[in-house]
């Protein structure tokens, strides 16, 4: 199974989110990564176990946003490339995803003027959220567009460079928020970040969290 952490709020997210992953090794992965969240993204991710994440983190970072991930291969081997966060052409969008997106297929033949870097059906978010953000679309818009294209199940989290907000949704596939005082925690399981709140919201069916 898949594991996701995100954070946004007051402290460094880089200690947050690689304890996060920590939490969620039980579920079993070969992979993981994660974006910290400024003006510009700054994405780590290897194949692996976390501890071999850890090697190529920065040992401290200012970023107080951001996403991480632990993957379970299903579209694509274990590898750096399929590694979450996915990104965009450019770098803007950064996308984690437990579940299965059915018509990825599909909607990457659409997006044949993108250059994908992987071989996962998560990559295809990122791209959908780019083209409606070219498309003048603010970037909660963007974020409800895509998903609107999305068939099958899905937890997503989704960051933005410059955007002071996490992007969280879910069908069929758990994810809760946690509410703290010096934060906002989402994962696909409390225990991602029990150590840090104890007041959660469980998002249901497809809703929605900004």
């Keep these: 199974m898949c594991g996701i952490i995100g954070y ?3 402290r460094s997210a880089l200690p947050v989110l690689s304890a996060g992953l920590s939490n969620l090794e039980y579920r079993g992965y070969d992979s993981a990564g994660i974006a910290l969240t400024a003006d510009v993204l700054s994405v780590h991710k290897t194949a692996g176990e976390v501890s071999a ?10 970023h107080t946003q ?14 750096d490339e399929n590694a979450h966060p996915h990104t965009d052409c450019t770098d803007r969008v950064a996308v984690v995803h437990n579940g299965i997106i059915e018509n990825y297929d599909a909607l990457r033949d659409e997006l044949a003027g ?15 959220i780019e083209e409606a953000l070219d498309g003048g679309a603010e970037p909660r818009a963007a974020v409800e567009a895509a998903i609107d294209r999305l068939e099958g199940t899905y937890a997503l989290v989704v960051t933005i460079a410059g955007v002071d907000e996490l992007y969280a949704t879910r069908r069929d596939s758990p994810l809760v928020i946690g509410h703290g005082a010096d934060g906002t925690f989402v994962g696909s399981d409390v225990t991602a970040f029990l150590e840090h709140t104890q007041e959660r919201t469980y998002l249901e069916g497809e809703d929605f969290a900004a």
Excluded: M
């Design 8 to 10: 946004a709020g007051d």
């Design 53 to 62: 994440l850890e090697a190529i983190l920065p040992e401290s970072a200012d």
């Design 66 to 79: 951001g996403i991480g991930h632990t993957r379970w291969s299903t579209h694509g081997p274990p590898t």
């Design 114 to 128: 993108h250059e994908f870097t992987s071989d996962t059906d998560t990559e295809v978010v990122a791209h959908l």
